[in-house]
C-alpha cells in the first residue's frame, strides 16, 4: 500500500491494528530508544503509549533482551526499527512476541529491504534522505489481506474498498 510518508505507512499500520486486535487507548507499543522520533509519534497519534528498549552498541538496533524485560500485561506490540542499513534480530523478536502473542510492526523507513518481512506489517520511507528514493511518499507490506483492506479504506478516508475505482459500480 502506498502512502504519502513512512510516517503515514507507521500510524496508518498501527491504526488498523488497533483496530483489528481492539487496543485501548494507552495500551504499551515497544520501541527503541534510538530512533527518528516519527516512531514514537505514530504510537501517540494512536493514543498509544511508547515504551522505550536499550539499543544494541554495536547496531543501533533494539536490543531482544531489553525487550523481554519490557513487557507486561498492557503490551500489544513491538516495533523494531531496521537501522542504519542493518536489520534488527528479528529471530529473537519474532520469538519474543509470539511467546507473549504481540504483533509487530516494522519500522523499515531508515533500512530497506534488509529482511524479510516477519511481522505482520513493515513500514517504509521513500524521502529523499533514505535508501530507496522518490522525493517523498511511504509504503506498507503486509502478508495480511483483511488488514490490507482495512489500510487502503484508511487510506481512502474510510471508503469502501469496492468504491477505490472510477469504475467501480455499487
Known sequence: LF????TDALKIAIH?????????????????AVTFIATMNAVIMNNLKPVLVDVKKDTA???????SMAINKDTVAIIPVHLLGQPADMDRIMEIAKR???????DSCETMFV???RGTTA?????VAHHLVTGVGGLILTNDSKL?????SMLFHGRDESYLNIDDKP
Open 3 to 6: 502512502t504519502s510518508s513512512g
Open 123 to 127: 513500514c517504509f520511507s521513500t524521502y
Open 61 to 67: 538496533n533494539i536490543y531482544p533482551l531489553k525487550i
Open 100 to 106: 507473549h502473542k504481540l504483533e509487530v510492526v516494522e
Open 115 to 117: 529482511n524479510k518481512l
Open 16 to 32: 488498523a491494528l488497533k483496530d483489528e486486535y481492539d487496543w485501548k487507548d494507552g495500551d504499551e507499543i515497544i520501541i527503541p
Open 148 to 152: 490490507a483492506t482495512t489500510m487502503r
